[in-house]
């Protein structure tokens, strides 16, 4: 039992911290007017390292000592980490919340294919799994169907190119996390080492694709007689985003060490729910008859998968149960 309640716990713990994260991530693009995503990531990453340094300075937290296959596996990894952020932001900056949200709903599909691919399923699934699948990738393609406003074909490839990333990430963080790869990290060892790596990738980037010159004009352009609030307003908002993001990445690493890759895709649907609302309410969209079928379909495609999941892993369990008796 406490096992149960801590693995409901930080997954309660996950989706609230997720929601707000991409929340805050489309006010800090959209009405604070920053449109400059990689930096909105590299935030993300100097909210890790500000954070894990707090940890160790408090006493709270003691690195362990990689050995070189482990740094150069981390570095492997970092990367995969970096660009699923970064991706996902450039993507928030091109579509609407609910369309973001609904696309990556799909992530369960992808989990499945790249849990395969992967060979971290070596049973693989049943067909009740697959036709769960179904009901999914049809109501995302009726829900961007429909009139999402900021919708472009960029965009919504973007957000996709995302949505495989972030299978990929809870896939190989679940592997890494619980003994493969040779690394066998905790949770906040694992954010520890990733952190920097991740803030100097995004960082180079938006040196070389010009963010970062572009970002320094825009806050010039903030101190102004005709803005007598300055850059406060911004830089309060970037301090609060970069904080949401270090509880978040605690908030998954720690899930995803108490419970398996297709748990977090189940929560994940959750999120979608959620977000899907609150987008519509905060950035004032309105969907069409269409869009709302289709993100109801995707949502009860998911709710179906979750279904499915549980009851073959109860199944399961039963049957082991028995054999020992």
């Not at 929340?23 to 990689?38: C, D, I, S, Y």
């Not at 070389?208 to 309060?236: K, T």
């Not at 301090?239 to 977090?264: E, V």
């Amino acid at each position: 039992m406490a096992i149960q309640t801590k693995a409901a716990a930080s997954m309660a713990s996950y989706l609230i911290v997720s929601l707000l994260l991409t929340l805050h991530n489309k006010m800090v693009l959209q009405w604070h007017q920053f449109g400059f995503p990689w930096l909105v990531t590299a935030v993300h990453s100097l909210g890790g390292i500000i954070g894990m340094r707090l940890l160790v300075a408090t006493g709270h937290f003691k690195p362990m000592h990689l050995d070189r296959q482990q740094k150069r596996l981390l570095w492997i990894f970092s990367t995969l980490y970096t660009v699923n952020i970064a991706v996902s932001n450039v993507s928030l900056h091109y579509v609407s919340v609910p369309l973001h949200q609904v696309v990556r709903g799909t992530v369960p599909v992808f989990t499945v294919l790249i849990s395969l691919i992967w060979r971290t399923a070596p049973q693989g699934y049943s067909w009740r799994v697959y036709a769960s699948l179904v009901p999914v990738v049809v109501g995302v393609g009726l829900a961007t169907y429909g009139d999402y406003y900021s919708f472009t074909i960029v965009g919504f490839l973007l957000t996709l190119l995302g949505t495989v990333l972030a299978a990929t990430k809870t896939v190989v963080t679940n592997t890494i996390l619980v003994g493969g790869y040779r690394l066998k990290l905790p949770a906040l060892d694992l954010l520890y080492q990733l952190s920097p790596l991740a803030f100097a990738q995004t960082i180079t980037w938006a040196a070389v694709n010009g963010e970062l010159s572009a970002a320094w004009a825009f806050v010039r352009s903030l101190q102004s007689d005709s803005n007598p609030d300055g850059v406060y307003p911004l830089v309060m908002a970037l301090i609060g985003n970069g904080a949401i993001a270090f509880l978040l990445n605690i908030a998954s690493f720690t899930a995803s060490k108490n419970t398996s890759a297709l748990a977090m895709t189940v929560t994940g649907n959750v999120k979608v729910v959620l977000a899907v609302v609150l987008g519509c309410a905060m950035f004032n969209i309105t969907l069409s008859r269409l869009s709302t079928f289709g993100i109801g379909l995707t949502l009860a495609g998911g709710a179906g998968y979750s279904a499915v999941r549980l009851n073959e892993a109860q199944r399961i369990k039963d049957q082991a149960s028995k054999s020992i008796v």
